[in-house]
């Protein structure tokens, strides 16, 4: 996510810090390579045009500050006005004080409307609101199918009605159902089109005054950048939406979507998908991205990650049984599941200050390598689990083949796991940090 936009911009950033004191005629240069990078980023021209005047206007008259270095004052600047150019501030789902509240999801079709129908819904039931899902794409292929699929996994109910193509009415019953049941939300997945026509938007219209909605959430593919932003302004014009919630951001190294459409259309971006898993779906909060942006990181949503994927209560039992008993690999081995229910490896350092593209290809971060532990430590005996120290060769070899592996995998995991031991004791003594290659081993 934003891959290219901030190497350019760190890459810009880095030369004007290396001249040490700038004038005007550095700061107007510099602005205009920063200007070539957003429109290389594919943000909307006039909007760069606009963003760059006010960073000018403000860094020449920040240079009269001899405390902060100019190139830091400029990067300064520049954070503050990304901030205003990605909506200023977290705009949250708007909550009815009579539930249930309606959100109804619209969008073309291959935008992820069905998938982000059950992410939302499951961040919704993780924030403990009951949800329902409505399935009314009643022309697409197995559209309701999969809908109902991703609830029964996610163990979220679905309403549907095979009987009729009349999406007021399966709406207006699934509806009837939500309140029956005493739901806190419920989310309309309608039907896309592969292009905004008048046939699909009258639809739309009548489902809009059927069931008056709380709120009306364009999907929007990020990856096609200011075509998403053409996109929003059109179904605001037919609709008023309310929000945007952008996907597939995980793979859109640009980011021009995301920077231009508050911009241009005044909606705000609610939530990205930052992946296929269920539980890719972040807020969307302009402070944090900015810095993610600029590679200042973004340790609040990291620790808001940690937060919802640890276990206090396991949490605390491993930290008394370390302290008591030390680490085993048991132990050692519910810590990495942890980690891994935090999502991929490369999204976590994303949110550490300096983390920049190329730091992250170079970390090993192979999904299997956590599945290859498990099956290590599970091939073990629970008194090798317990005192990996009697683990000689033979039990080594064996436990290789158990696993399906290499002893070299072996020889690796027991490394990593007494890496893991002294960071814990290290700790436990007040202090110490996280060892190198933690992270790029078993993940």
Known sequence: MFDELQEKLAATFARLRGRGVLNEADIKEGLREVRRVLLEADVNFQLSREFLERVEQKAV????????????????????????????????????????????????????????????ALKLKSEGRQVRLVALDVYRPAAIDQLETLGRDLEIPVFADRTTNDVERIARAGLDVSRRERDRVVILDTAGRLQIDDEMMGELKRLKAAVHPDEILLVADGMTGQEAVKITQGFDAALGVTGVILTKLDGDARGGAALSIYGVTGKPIKYIGTG????????????????????????????????????????????????????????????????????????????????????????????????????????????????????????????????????????????????????????????????????????
């Open 276 to 443: 296929e898993k269920a539980d890719a779906l972040e807020e969307f909060h302009p402070d944090r991205m900015a810095g993610r942006i600029l590679q200042q990181g973004d340790v609040v949503s990291l620790v808001e990650k940690a937060q919802s994927a640890m276990n206090a209560d396991e949490a605390k039992k491993l930290e008394k049984k370390v302290r008591k008993e030390g680490l085993d690999l048991q132990d050692f081995l519910g810590a990495l599941k942890q980690i891994e229910r935090m999502g991929p490896i490369e999204g976590i350092l994303r949110m550490l200050p300096g983390v920049n593209a190329k730091m992250l290809k170079q970390v090993n971060s192979d999904p299997k390598r956590l599945k290859h532990a498990e099956a290590i430590v599970l091939s073990m005996t629970p008194a090798e689990r317990k005192k990996p120290e009697i683990l000689n060769g033979s039990r080594r070899a064996r436990i290789a083949k158990g696993s399906g592996l290499q002893i070299s995998d072996v020889n690796r995991l027991l490394a990593q796991f007494r890496d893991m031991q002294k960071m814990m004791k290290r700790q436990s003594q007040g202090g110490g940090r996280m060892p190198r290659g933690m992270f790029g081993g078993y993940r």
């Open 61 to 120: 008259g920040a240079m009269q500050v001899k405390s902060v270095s100019p190139a830091h004052q400029l990067v300064k600047i520049v954070y503050d006005e990304l901030v205003v150019l990605l909506g200023e501030r977290r705009e949250g789902l708007k909550l009815s004080s009579v539930p249930p509240t309606v959100v109804m999801l619209v969008g073309l079709q291959g935008s992820g409307k069905t998938t982000t129908a059950a992410k939302l």
